[in-house]
């Protein structure tokens, strides 16, 4: 498949499709049960780079870590990058994914001047925010339900270096967290917090980063990949290795005042381990991450840390931000002002679910949301709630593509 294709490769009579880049969404938003994925991973090239400028045009294929080792080199770095760089520039579009600087730069949608959609019928539409405006709102965050985005062009960042100047600042409690970040934020424009999540009191370590600027000398590095070869029968993630995991990690040493550290391991610290998931057995794990607005977001935290730490299940990596206030450029993009909670839960049936509808009627009541890219368990209600845009969505929604998530949440409740 390229782009020079007239139509797209549909599946017979009335059957759907949806585009699936490289799988590292936590739910099924890429998948389509009983139907067809469309593999996008073969529109890989790169078009156009203007390192004058920072622009760059590429098909929706393209791995963010093929990207970056192409740009970097040359004084860039993209303006929003998620915790793991092995994604498609396409999923990054239809997902409006975010980073660690939200609060300074925005999400991906925020950078995204221009892309080409190829609906199922062979048209194509060149979208921006200024010629089919709609459309480009859409599909930005609108989870590859309008069609499959062909190529994007988006704007980068310049750096001096590969190398990030980070510090880390250890906090006991959540209202010491809040009163750090706000701090931090002023200061630095990548911050991002570790909680413990074993304990009512929050306690966690915060990392402020920022790029480095020209050095007089770069210290080595290299890339170093572990790897879980096989599929676990069980869980390596219970109550004690929890305790025992937090302690040490809370309690590790931290290098004094600000240090120089490469950019792979500060935004991407899981792509160190391949297959890490398999720590979590066969029965998988349930990623949730939600958003809660900022005039709640300290109480509404506080009590989803009291339903996790009173539930002995814990979470092995539990990730608190904030959101800035620019508005997102997607119908259906979640990332918006507050604060951010991610969190991994292994699947222990009935025990966790429940956990996660307590989880869900905090979120609720705060007039918060959960992230479709990281869910597989949300009701339609709660889709419906946290997504007010969702109606306006449906003009726009390709008639041949669907998921499994999309399904799911417009599924008839009883």
């Keep these: 498949m390229r782009t020079r294709n007239d139509r797209l490769p549909l599946p ?11 799988g590292r969404s936590y739910g099924d938003v890429c998948l389509n049960p009983g139907a067809t994925v469309l593999r996008t991973r073969a529109l890989d090239h790169l078009i156009a780079f203007d390192r004058a400028c920072g622009r760059v045009t590429c098909e929706s294929g393209m791995l ?28 990054c579009v239809a997902n ?30 060149t979208c921006s925010a200024e010629h089919n405006a709609d459309w480009f709102a859409a599909t930005i965050g609108g989870l590859g339900l309008t069609g499959l ?3 994007v062009t988006f704007d980068l960042l310049p750096v001096s270096n590969p190398f990030m100047i980070t510090q880390g600042y250890r906090f006991a409690t959540l209202d010491e967290f809040w009163r750090l970040n706000a701090c931090a934020e002023r200061e630095w424009p990548y911050t991002v917090a570790w909680i413990d999540c074993t304990r009512h009191s929050g306690r ?3 990392f402020a980063g920022q790029h480095a600027p020209p050095q007089p000398e770069l210290p080595p590095w290299k890339d170093h990949h572990r790897d879980v070869p096989v599929d676990l029968p069980f869980s390596c993630i219970n109550s004690l290795s929890l305790r ?31 297959n890490w998931n398999r720590i979590y057995g066969t029965r998988g794990f349930y990623q949730y991450q939600c958003v809660l607005p900022p005039q709640v977001s300290a109480d509404g935290i506080a009590d989803m840390m009291r339903q996790i730490a009173g539930s002995g299940m814990g979470s092995f990596l539990a990730v608190l931000k904030t959101f800035g206030s620019r508005p997102a450029s997607g119908m259906l993009s979640f990332p918006r002002p507050g604060a951010t909670l991610a969190l991994d839960f292994p699947n222990l049936g009935e025990k966790t679910l429940r956990l996660l509808n307590r989880l869900d009627s ?3 009541s705060s007039g918060g949301a959960l992230y479709p890219a990281k869910d597989a368990r949300m009701s339609g209600a709660m889709f419906r709630r946290g997504f007010p845009q969702w109606e306006k969505m449906l003009a726009f929604i390709d008639p041949r593509f669907s998921s499994g998530f999309w399904r799911r949440v417009n599924e008839p409740e009883g």
């Design 149 to 151: 985005i062909t190529q």
């Design 64 to 91: 963010l870590a093929d990207l970056l080792e192409l740009v970097v080199p040359q004084g860039w770095f993209p303006a929003a990058t998620p915790g793991t760089r092995f994604v498609t520039l396409g999923g």
């Design 244 to 274: 025992v995991f937090n302690e040490v990690y809370y309690r590790q040493k931290l290098p004094r005042g600000r240090h120089l550290t490469h950019y792979v391991p500060y935004f991407y610290p899981l792509d160190a381990v391949k």
């Design 204 to 206: 966690g370590i915060l």
């Design 96 to 125: 409006d994914v975010h980073g660690k600087n939200h609060h300074d730069t925005g999400s991906f949608g925020n950078h995204v001047r221009s892309f080409e959609l190829l609906r199922s019928d062979g048209q194509r539409l």
């Design 362 to 364: 905090i979120v609720a």
């Design 12 to 22: 017979p009579g009335d059957e759907t499709c949806i585009p699936f880049g490289n």
